[in-house]
C-alpha cells in the first residue's frame, strides 16, 4: 500500500480528474465498497479518507479488495482472451478455492496456458491472483477488526459456512469455547514499507512477515501445525509491544527490539536466528560468514535455508546477510525491501552502533 502523503494527493486527485495517464500506474482501493479501481473510473468518486491506493493489483487484492466490475482492473486495454476471461470470473464466483489442475480440467483450459496467459496479461500468475484473493477474504476480517459476523456480510457471503471456509483455509478451524484449543491473536499492521502481519500469544511473537511475502499462506499453515493452533484476529500486549517497536524502528530511533518472541524451528535454525540478531544494524554479513560464527563453516548453504524460514522479519534480521561477492542475495520480503533496510539502517543506527 502507498502510505506517502504527496503520492496519496496526487493519484486521489488523477481518479478525480480521471486522469489516462495514470492508467497502471496504481490501482485505488475504495473502503466503503471494498472494491478497487483504475485512476480513468467512471463511477462515483468516494472521498479522500476513503481512499486507499496501490501500485499493484495483486496488493489491491491480498488487502482484500475486490476488482471493480465498471472499470475492469484486472482487465489491460488490449483485448482479453476468452481463457483468461473465464478465469477471472471463476475466481470471483468462488476466491476461497484452492486450485488444482483438476479444477482446470473442469474449465477445459490448461494449467500451464492460465500461468502463460495470466501472467502476460497482468504481471502475476494466475495462481498468484487466486491465493491473494483467498488470502484477502481471511485477512479482511484481521484488518478490519470486525465482528465475524459482519465480515462474513461484508464480503458477500449469504451463509456463514462459506466465509468460515474461506477464513479457516488459512488461519485454521474457528474457535468454539472448547478449553483444549490454543489461541494465537493476528494483527495487521501498517508499515512505511507496507502492511505486516503479526500473529502472537499473551507471551510471545510468533510471526511477523510483510503481508504480500511470497509463501506467507504456508507459513502460516505451518505455523498452525506446529503450535497446534488456530489464529483469530485482535490485539494483545504482545501485539502492542511490536507495534511500538516497529515504529520506532521505522522512526530510526529504536535501539533495540524489546518484544519477546517464540522460535519455532529445529535446534540448527534456532541457533542461526540467534546469531542473525547478533548482527549489528547498518552492518552485513555474508551467508559463508553466518555460517563460520556457528562453527559450521561448511553448512552455508544449510544457513541460507534457515534464513529463508526465518518467520520473524526485522527483529531476527535475516536481511542484513548477502552474498560473498558483496551482491544482496535473496529476501522473502523482496530484494527492494532489503536494500531500503540496508540503507535505512546505515543512515540512522551504523554510527550509534560504532
Known amino acids: 500500500m502507498i502510505t506517502n502523503q504527496a503520492k496519496i494527493d496526487l493519484y486521489y486527485q488523477m481518479l478525480l480528474e480521471k486522469n489516462s495517464t495514470f492508467e497502471g500506474v496504481f490501482y485505488a482501493g475504495i473502503k466503503t465498497?471494498?472494491?478497487?479501481?483504475?485512476?480513468?473510473?467512471?463511477?462515483?468518486?468516494?472521498?479522500?479518507?476513503?481512499?486507499?491506493?496501490?501500485?499493484?493489483?495483486k496488493e489491491a487484492t491480498l488487502a482484500s479488495y475486490r476488482p471493480c466490475k465498471r472499470c475492469l482492473p484486472l482487465s489491460n486495454p488490449s483485448h482479453l482472451s476468452p481463457?483468461?476471461?473465464?478465469?477471472?470470473?471463476?475466481?470471483?464466483?468462488?476466491?476461497?478455492?484452492?486450485?488444482?489442475?483438476?479444477?482446470?480440467?473442469?474449465?477445459?483450459?490448461?494449467?500451464?496456458?492460465?500461468r502463460r496467459q495470466f501472467k502476460k496479461q497482468f504481471g502475476m500468475t494466475f495462481i498468484e491472483y487466486a491465493r491473494s484473493r483467498r488470502l484477502g477474504f481471511a485477512f479482511e476480517h484481521i484488518r478490519k477488526g470486525t465482528s465475524f459476523i459482519d465480515a462474513q456480510l461484508n464480503t458477500g457471503y449469504e451463509s456463514s459456512n462459506g466465509f468460515r471456509d474461506a477464513f479457516t483455509r488459512t488461519m485454521g478451524t474457528v474457535p468454539t469455547k472448547s478449553a483444549d484449543i490454543k489461541l494465537l491473536t493476528a494483527h495487521w499492521i501498517e508499515t512505511p514499507l507496507g502492511s505486516m502481519l503479526a500473529i502472537a500469544d499473551e507471551n510471545a511473537l510468533y510471526l511477523l512477515e510483510f503481508v504480500d511475502r511470497r509463501g506467507l499462506e504456508t507459513e502460516i499453515e505451518k505455523l498452525r501445525k506446529r503450535a497446534h493452533a488456530a489464529i483469530i484476529p485482535g490485539a494483545n500486549s504482545i501485539i502492542q509491544?511490536?507495534?511500538?517497536?516497529?515504529?520506532n524502528y521505522f522512526n530510526g530511533t529504536l535501539t533495540q527490539f524489546t518484544t519477546p518472541i517464540h522460535y519455532l524451528g529445529s535446534d540448527f535454525q534456532k541457533s542461526v536466528w540467534d546469531e542473525l540478531q547478533k548482527i549489528p544494524?547498518?552492518?552485513?554479513?555474508?551467508?559463508?560468514?553466518?555460517?563460520?560464527?556457528?562453527?559450521?563453516?561448511?553448512?552455508?548453504?544449510?544457513?541460507?535455508?534457515?534464513?529463508?524460514?526465518?518467520?520473524?522479519?526485522?527483529?531476527?534480521?535475516?536481511?542484513?546477510?548477502?552474498?560473498?561477492?558483496?551482491?544482496?542475495?535473496g529476501y522473502g520480503g523482496g530484494v527492494d525491501r532489503k536494500e531500503w533496510l540496508l540503507k535505512h539502517e546505515i543512515k540512522h543506527y551504523n554510527r550509534k552502533s560504532n
Open 241 to 247: 509491544q511490536i507495534s511500538s517497536d516497529l515504529t
Open 33 to 57: 465498497t471494498g472494491i478497487f479501481c483504475r485512476p480513468t473510473c467512471p463511477a462515483r468518486k468516494p472521498k479522500k479518507e476513503n481512499c486507499e491506493f496501490f501500485e499493484t493489483a
Open 281 to 329: 544494524a547498518g552492518t552485513t554479513l555474508s551467508y559463508k560468514e553466518l555460517a563460520e560464527k556457528i562453527n559450521n563453516p561448511k553448512g552455508y548453504r544449510a544457513v541460507a535455508r534457515a534464513n529463508g524460514t526465518n518467520q520473524l522479519s526485522l527483529i531476527v534480521p535475516c536481511h542484513r546477510v548477502i552474498n560473498t561477492t558483496g551482491a544482496l542475495g
Open 83 to 114: 481463457e483468461v476471461k473465464k478465469l477471472v470470473r471463476a475466481i470471483e464466483e468462488n476466491p476461497e478455492r484452492k486450485w488444482t489442475d483438476r479444477d482446470f480440467d473442469a474449465l477445459s483450459i490448461s494449467a500451464n496456458t492460465a
